[in-house]
């Protein structure tokens, strides 16, 4: 049925139906092509960006945590810390320990001396919200390590603190005596996650302990991890799209205690894909509508002198032998044009000796 149909069209629209299809068809699968090929290129691009902020992360980290070592380090060496240490006055311990941290302290670092039990014995900087431990857990198997210093995540009372331990040692008898352990380090508190995303243009964090966010960027901790170490892979916070990237967080014993999650969103690059797609369709509509009425052009002028062959045969039909085609083209159709008068003329002619 629909053949038939087709099949009362003129030639012209005949070629302009198949070449709308064709055009369409083309410009579609174009489109989607660029599409696709853009939606990579943004894809690889956040990967990218995502990697560099975890490690622009690892470089502050270990910027602070280095410069954190070595000052502990020096003063661990140091005689007045010795010889103040060596008195077990507590209230002598806090007092040096203070003036000394007072001129070499950085803003929201933390300092503790600790006895070698892990009974705290002096705490010092940290923020507001720091809350110091009477006690830490020092984990077992730390004093075999010593006299190098342990760093590592520590976390107690719901707070996560990146720590450098220093042992301070007095030479009694036959071997070194540890008389007490300096502690420096950072609180992974909201400040520092800030000060992350404003370093890395944009990344979220999320810092995860015990089996809880500890410290984010983000508006919510209420939401599950889908922890995929080392591959950046697309999770759903509040109903946002985010490229994560995660790397796990070692205690003083080297083993895993948490987890940091680097966050990319991906509403940006939804809104340049969607503003794409709106221009991709105009584009295509645009093309569309160029190239049927250039195909109608085109068609119409082909066409033509198959209708004044069509015209000329319905003369002839008519019995009106005179009717002659332009010779005007060079192509098959001035070819067939010439044919066409030559035999009109061989039928005159023979029509008229016939008569």
Request: with cysteine; aromatic share 10%; charged share 20%.
């Amino acid at each position: 049925m629909m053949f038939a149909r087709l099949s009362r069209l003129s030639l012209l629209w005949r070629i302009l139906l198949s070449t709308s299809i064709a055009i369409t068809f083309l410009l579609g699968v174009a489109g989607w092509l660029v599409q696709r090929y853009v939606v990579r290129v943004t894809e690889q691009s956040i990967e990218q960006e995502i990697r560099a902020s975890l490690q622009s992360y690892q470089s502050l980290w270990h910027m602070r945590a280095n410069l954190l070592a070595a000052v502990s380090s020096i003063l661990s060496a140091m005689s007045d810390v010795r010889a103040a240490f060596m008195t077990g006055d507590q209230a002598t311990i806090r007092d040096t320990a203070g003036e000394l941290w007072s001129r070499v302290s950085q803003e929201d670092a933390v300092f503790w001396v600790v006895a070698p039990d892990g009974k705290t014995i002096a705490a010092l900087g940290g923020s507001s919200n720091t809350t110091v431990p009477s006690a830490f857990a020092l984990p077992a198997g730390l004093l075999s390590r010593f006299p190098s210093q342990v760093s590592g995540f520590y976390f107690q009372n719901e707070q996560l603190y990146y720590l450098i331990l220093t042992p301070v040692y007095v030479q009694g008898g036959h071997e070194p005596v540890l008389l007490n352990i300096l502690i420096a380090g950072f609180e992974v508190n909201v400040k520092f996650v800030d000060a992350l995303k404003q370093l890395t243009q944009g990344s979220d964090f999320v810092f995860r302990s015990g089996g809880k966010v500890v410290a984010t960027t983000l508006n919510t901790k209420d939401f599950k991890s889908e922890s995929e170490s080392g591959a950046v892979h697309r999770i759903t916070v509040n109903r946002a799209s985010y490229a994560a990237l995660d790397a796990p967080l070692f205690d003083l014993s080297e083993s895993q205690i948490g987890e940091l999650q680097v966050l990319r969103s991906f509403a940006p690059a939804d809104q340049r894909l969607a503003e794409l797609k709106r221009n991709v369709f105009l584009i295509w509509a645009l093309a569309v509508i160029a190239g049927l009425w250039l195909t109608y052009l085109l068609a119409k002028r082909i066409v033509e002198p198959v209708r004044h062959l069509d015209q000329a045969a319905a003369e002839i039909s008519r019995g009106n032998y005179d009717v002659r085609l332009p010779l005007s083209r060079q192509d098959e159709m001035g070819r067939l044009a010439t044919t066409f008068n030559a035999m009109c003329a061989s039928i005159q002619t023979a029509r008229e000796e016939l008569i």
